[in-house]
């Protein structure tokens, strides 16, 4: 299973599973340049810039006019404005998966499936489901970011976890501390409220990954302002 991750954090967010299907379109067109000619679908989660950025999704379509795009409900309409072919949205429900037979990699029978999480703006995280050539198992991933929180959310034993890892508790706390002490604004505390820390990841991870089987990768970690 390949997994490349262009880019994730505030600043943008971008990662494209068996070279062909991306996840998440928050960076500059730049930064998917080597591997936009092999991409088939885009699949998005929510309208902030470091996940939906317009001029990068408009390039995109404008250069591969037969790429797909894989939306939830809310962002059916903010693509529509940008002038993407209603031919190639897809609307995902939580009532079905939306199947797909294969998209020019190794994975065939790829079928996606949305399930809303809570951010501060409507969000979902995806869980994605494939064959690959001589497997006779069927490849599970679960892919989410810029949640405050996973509750009621299940994805037992899949094969890779793509999950945000946004703070450490302790860390940001004394953060946050610091800064309201010293009688300025702490901005981490939106962070607190709609981002995953690592300690509820970890949590999270260990009631539904398989010991020894499961991969992980940690997403959207935080860095103070500033920091590189």
């Not at 699949?43 to 939306?71: N, Q, S, Y």
Request: with cysteine; net charge negative; aromatic share 10%.
């Amino acid at each position: 299973m390949t997994c490349n991750v262009i880019a994730t954090g505030s600043q943008g967010n971008a990662v494209v599973l068996d070279g062909t299907i991306l996840l998440d379109c928050g960076v500059p067109f730049g930064a998917l340049e080597e591997v936009c000619q092999d991409l088939s679908l885009v699949v998005l989660t929510h309208i902030h810039g470091d996940h939906f950025r317009p001029e990068t999704i408009k390039r995109l379509a404008f250069l591969r006019p037969a790429l797909r795009f894989l939306c939830p409900p809310w962002l059916h309409q903010p693509l529509s404005s940008l002038g993407i072919h209603e031919r190639v949205i897809d609307v995902a429900s939580t009532a079905y998966r939306l199947s797909y037979g294969r998209l020019g990699g190794t994975w065939r029978n790829i079928q996606f499936e949305m399930q809303p999480i809570s951010h501060d703006v409507p969000n979902c995280a995806w869980h994605i489901f494939a064959d690959v050539g001589g497997q006779l198992h069927r490849n599970e991933v679960f892919y989410a970011t810029d949640c405050g929180s996973l509750d009621g959310v299940e994805a037992r034993d899949y094969d890779l976890y793509l999950i945000e890892a946004n703070y450490g508790e302790d860390e940001i706390q004394e953060r946050m501390a610091r800064k309201l002490a010293a009688g300025g604004y702490a901005y981490e505390s939106r962070c607190v409220e709609s981002h995953l820390s690592r300690e509820q990841a970890e949590a999270w991870l260990a009631a539904n990954a398989k010991e020894g089987w499961s991969k992980v990768l940690f997403l959207h970690q935080h860095r103070e302002r500033g920091e590189i």
